[in-house]
T-cell receptor, first 115, second 113 residues
Framework: AQTVTQSQPEMSVQEAETVTLSCTYD???????LFWYKQPPSRQMILVIR??????QNATENRFSVNFQKAAKSFSLKISDSQLGDAAMYFC????????????FGQGTRLTINP | NAGVMQNPRHLVRRRGQEARLRCSPM?????VYWYRQLPEEGLKFMVY????????ESGMPKERFSAEFPKEGPSILRIQQVVRGDSAAYFC???????????FGQGTRLTVV
């Protein structure tokens, strides 16, 4: 079974600085997708960024980028120019590219932005 | 196009009562997923349904929990004889097909008193 591990329960960063959230995963599959979701206090799950495992190029969405290391099974999220609105829980998630379509989530990292 | 709608947003039940959580998928979406989030934890998969069919229920507790997605109407997650440990946020997500990213609803927070 696939597992996702986020080893940082909490992180904090100064506004306008850069922060990196860590995520590792375990799978024997070669076809899969990885995601970062943001969950603000409203509880809404917001997709931040996705990465297809077959793509070598790291995904980027505005101030959000990932460092995808397939051999190391690592998938970190970098947030540049942190803003107060980035404060939230962040979840890393895995989805198989075949068969089961369910998402497997990590435990989450609570990100605090200091003004 | 409205997003995934879950209701109620908050539900309080006494121990032993039944809880019924509803999820209306986005228009054109025929695949529904239910997840549970215990306090301070990540979301855990419960069940995956297509219209009138349960595709994967590997995350559903064996007793008291059931789910359906009828031909007409919303998907329902039903919890019978609720216990304090059922207190959690329950999320629904929908997608138009396999292999397509799902969109999440805002969740239902169930509190068992």
């Amino acid at each position: 079974a696939q597992t996702v591990t986020q080893s940082q329960p909490e992180m904090s960063v100064q506004e306008a600085e850069t922060v990196t959230l860590s995520c590792t995963y375990d799978t024997s599959e070669s076809d899969y997708y990885l995601f970062w979701y943001k969950q603000p206090p409203s509880r809404q799950m917001i997709l931040v960024i996705r990465q297809e495992a077959y793509k070598q190029q790291n995904a980027t969405e505005n101030r959000f980028s990932v460092n995808f290391q397939k051999a190391a099974k690592s998938f970190s999220l970098k947030i540049s120019d942190s803003q107060l609105g980035d404060a939230a829980m962040y979840f890393c998630a895995y989805r198989s590219g075949q068969g089961a379509q369910k998402l497997v989530f990590g435990q989450g990292t609570r990100l605090t932005i200091n003004p | 196009n409205a997003g995934v709608m879950q209701n109620p947003r908050h539900l309080v039940r006494r121990r032993g009562q039944e809880a019924r959580l509803r999820c209306s998928p986005m228009k054109g979406h025929s695949h529904v997923y239910w997840y549970r989030q215990l306090p301070e934890e990540g979301l855990k998969f419960m069940v995956y349904l297509q219209k009138e069919n349960i595709i994967d229920e590997s995350g559903m507790p064996k007793e008291r929990f059931s789910a359906e997605f009828p031909k007409e109407g919303p998907s329902i997650l039903r919890i019978q004889q609720v216990v304090r440990g059922d207190s959690a946020a329950y999320f629904c997500a929908s997608s138009p097909g396999q292999g397509v990213d799902a969109f999440f609803g805002q969740g239902t927070r169930l509190t068992v008193v």
